[in-house]
Nanobody
Framework: QVQLVESGGGLVQAGGSLRLSCAAS????????MGWFRQAPGKERELVAA????????YYTHSVKGRFTISRDNAKNTVYLQMNSLEPEDTAVYLC????????????????WGQGTQVTVSS
């Protein structure tokens, strides 16, 4: 079992920044690829960014490229999502998830999920 706990969400003005963290406990964190998803009201859940086990591969959905950065610290069992130049369209619940396999697809199987943290961007 892997437990994931997100933090760092909040209310920010457009153009601002937030850094999300996802702390993992349980089995070996470095055994899992990690993903950040988001879900806005009335919209499907979307894979925002993903990172491989070692951090050597990363993926970003088109709308956040150049603004968001995913990273991980395997020594701290934590994955991060640095979000800059935030836009009202980024408003959503952000969830981190762990998968045995690295994938760049929103349909990939993720085995463990956090509870999510709300990000609200005001215009």
């Amino acid at each position: 079992q892997v437990q994931l706990v997100e933090s760092g969400g909040g209310l920010v003005q457009a153009g601002g920044s937030l850094r999300l963290s996802c702390a993992a406990s349980g089995r070996t964190f470095s055994s899992y690829a990690m993903g950040w998803f988001r879900q806005a009201p009335g919209k499907e859940r979307e894979l925002v960014a993903a990172i491989s086990r070692s951090g050597g591969y990363t993926y970003y959905t088109h709308s956040v490229k150049g603004r968001f950065t995913i990273s991980r610290d395997n020594a701290k069992n934590t994955v991060y999502l640095q979000m800059n130049s935030l836009e009202p369209e980024d408003t959503a619940v952000y969830l981190c998830a762990a998968s045995t396999y690295y994938s760049e697809s929103s349909d990939a199987r993720y085995d463990y999920w956090g509870q999510g943290t709300q990000v609200t961007v005001s215009s």
